[in-house]
């Protein structure tokens, strides 16, 4: 059987979802919250360690100006509900991408929440904010580029934000859409890729568990036969 160290996670279609329920994006993305405590608390329970997130894409500032100030209110106020009980939990939160543009407040915010869980080892949480892969690379060649180093695997790798964490063994992607849309595309190299039709509000305990019995029955070969 497959051990799983990681998963990877994109949570599209609470936008649907609030249309089609609720006639409200928003209330789409508040929905998807819930489905989001439903899995970590899954992947504490088949003690995979690391747990990663797509929560906003470089791509995303496209979106009306009101959904995104939503969003980051949404988890402002995730973050102050929640900080407390993962550090009690032994959860580490990690955030990927540049927050440099978010507004101070935010910012401080979810850098003391790293802060506060830098030593928790039972899950770590990687909240991919502001990020895109392709930006990920290039800012990583231009780091080696300024420091004159040579461009190889281990220093490329060196140079990620994911740097230091194991590259995933599952990616998931719910809303019944298949693309990466610009998500760790270098770590996925060799990750099993789930395309899930249910909308991320609808997508359950019992859905993620039936992926992760599927994966561990997979024979990965990496080029070999």
Same mark, same amino acid.
């Given at each position: 059987m497959n051990p799983v160290k990681h998963v990877a996670i994109i949570m599209d279609g609470n936008g649907r979802w609030g249309i089609k329920y609720k006639k409200s994006r928003n209330l789409g993305h508040k929905a998807g919250l819930k489905t989001v405590e439903r899995i970590i608390k899954?992947?504490?329970?088949?003690?995979?360690?690391?747990?990663?997130?797509y929560a906003f894409s470089t791509e995303n500032w496209k979106r009306p100006k009101s959904e995104i100030k939503f969003l980051f209110t949404l988890l402002d106020t995730f973050i102050d509900q929640k900080i407390d009980e993962f550090n009690k939990q032994n959860i580490k939160l990690k955030i990927i991408g540049n927050i440099s543009v978010l507004n101070n407040k935010l910012k401080n915010?979810?850098?003391?929440?790293?802060?506060?869980?830098? =030593?928790? /080892?039972?899950?770590?949480?990687?909240?991919? $904010?502001?990020?895109?892969?392709?930006?990920e690379l290039l800012n990583a060649f231009k780091k080696l580029n300024k420091k004159k180093q040579n461009i190889n695997v281990k220093n490329i790798e060196k140079n990620l934000y994911t740097?230091?964490?194991?590259?995933?063994?599952?990616?998931?992607? =719910?809303? /019944?859409?298949?693309?990466?849309?610009?998500? $760790?595309l270098w770590q996925m190299a060799y990750s099993e890729i789930f395309f899930e039709k249910k909308l991320w509000p609808d997508f359950k305990e019992n859905d993620y568990n039936k992926i992760l019995k599927k994966f561990r029955k997979i024979k990965r070969n990496y080029g070999n036969i």
């Open positions: 899954s992947t504490i329970k088949n003690k995979i360690k690391y747990l990663t997130l915010k979810l850098q003391r929440s790293e802060n506060i869980t830098k =030593t928790n /080892n039972r899950l770590q949480i990687n909240l991919a $904010l502001n990020y895109g892969s392709k930006t740097s230091n964490i194991p590259d995933p063994d599952i990616l998931i992607r =719910t809303g /019944n859409t298949n693309r990466l849309s610009n998500f $760790l």
